[in-house]
């Protein structure tokens, strides 16, 4: 059953793979101060407060983006060093 966004009311497990993969392409980067860095950052920032705005916000109003920004870095780089440590999983036929 597909979820209907009119009723989601927090933060899901995919939001946070999608910014740890947004946060792994800037923090993780070659080249910091590339176009696709720069670009995965400002997504990331996007998405985000997008959270922040729809989730914490109205309902949390102690807690600040800037509190909200931290402890979702730190979820998403828990989340990069969980994908690390997982075995390589065998090729697909």
């Not at 997008?50 to 979820?75: I, M, N």
């Amino acid at each position: 059953m597909s979820e209907d966004p009119a009723t989601r009311r927090s933060v899901t497990p995919d939001d946070i793979v999608r910014l740890a993969e947004l946060l792994d392409r800037f923090e993780n980067a070659d080249d910091p101060g590339s176009e696709v860095a720069r670009r995965a950052e400002a997504e990331f920032e996007v998405l985000a407060r997008e959270l922040f705005d729809q989730f914490v916000k109205p309902f949390f109003s102690a807690v600040t983006y800037t509190q909200f920004r931290g402890h979702v870095r730190w979820c998403c780089r828990e989340y990069l060093t969980l994908q690390a440590r997982k075995p390589p999983s065998p090729p697909q036929r």
